[in-house]
């Protein structure tokens, strides 16, 4: 099994420019997240989805869009890429609420 | 607002030595303690998580103790190793009315391990 996959792993966007994260799944998980982790801040909830049409804000949800039209896959979009979502960006899954999170290797972005 | 409070920032320990590394919350509702083992370019992977409703666990090497009364809960490594150097994380989430993975981490400790 691959896990959570993440692409792409770089990405470097121009101020006001809009990209997709993508995130994918092959373990048959319910639950998805994505959390971006800034230098000596720890991780942050963006998103979460607990099944397939159902999505939720986390602790930093401003400048980002979330869908969850399948099990596997949960894409994050950024419409007007802004230099403060400067981060490295990762997706996380688990089974059911009480199972722990399995995270991708992330998506290294940087806005200039 | 950090919602947990980590320290120390980074750690320095021989090979053989323990390291502890310290969390604090405020929320009473969390409960759900977490830590996880980060290695550079990946994704964190968990270490060993605990429920308030005990105040030690044990898996391996690895041990969390935990403190309700004060809102604390620390890591401790036994017998480190040069492997186990990485950024380490605590965290914390909710149960009731919330998911258990929507967690508030620490902002992390860098633990090196001298051989």
């Known amino acids: 099994n691959a896990g959570v996959t993440q692409t792409p792993k770089f990405r470097i966007l121009k101020i006001g420019q809009s990209m997709t994260l993508q995130c994918t799944q092959d373990?048959?998980?319910?639950?998805m997240y994505w959390y971006r982790q800034d230098p000596g801040m720890g991780l942050k909830l963006i998103y979460y989805?607990?099944?397939?049409?159902?999505?939720d804000k986390g602790e930093v949800p401003n400048g980002y869009n979330v869908s969850r039209s399948t099990t596997e896959d949960f894409p994050l979009r950024l419409e007007l890429a802004a230099p403060s979502q400067t981060s490295v960006y990762f997706c996380?899954?688990?089974?059911?609420?009480?199972?722990?999170?399995?995270f991708g290797n992330g998506t290294r972005l940087t806005v200039t | 607002q950090q919602q947990v409070k980590q320290s120390p920032q980074s750690l320095i320990v021989q090979k053989g030595g323990i390291p502890i590394i310290n969390c604090a919350y405020e929320n009473t509702a969390f409960d759900y303690f977490p830590w996880y083992q980060q290695f550079p370019g990946k994704g964190p992977a968990l270490l060993i998580a605990?429920?308030?409703?005990?105040s030690e666990k044990k898996e391996g090497r690895f041990t969390i103790s935990f403190n309700k009364s004060a809102k604390q809960f620390s890591l401790h490594i036994m017998d480190s190793q040069p492997g186990d150097s990485a950024t380490y994380f605590c965290?914390?989430?909710?149960?009731?009315?919330?998911?258990?993975?929507?967690?508030?981490f620490g902002r992390g400790t860098q633990l090196t391990v001298w051989p």
């Open positions: 605990i429920r308030p409703d005990v």
């Open positions: 989805s607990v099944g397939a049409g159902i999505t």
């Open positions: 996380a899954s688990s089974y059911s609420d009480s199972n722990p999170l399995h």
């Open positions: 965290a914390a989430s909710q149960d009731r009315g919330s998911t258990l993975g929507r967690l508030y």
């Open positions: 373990m048959n998980h319910n639950y």
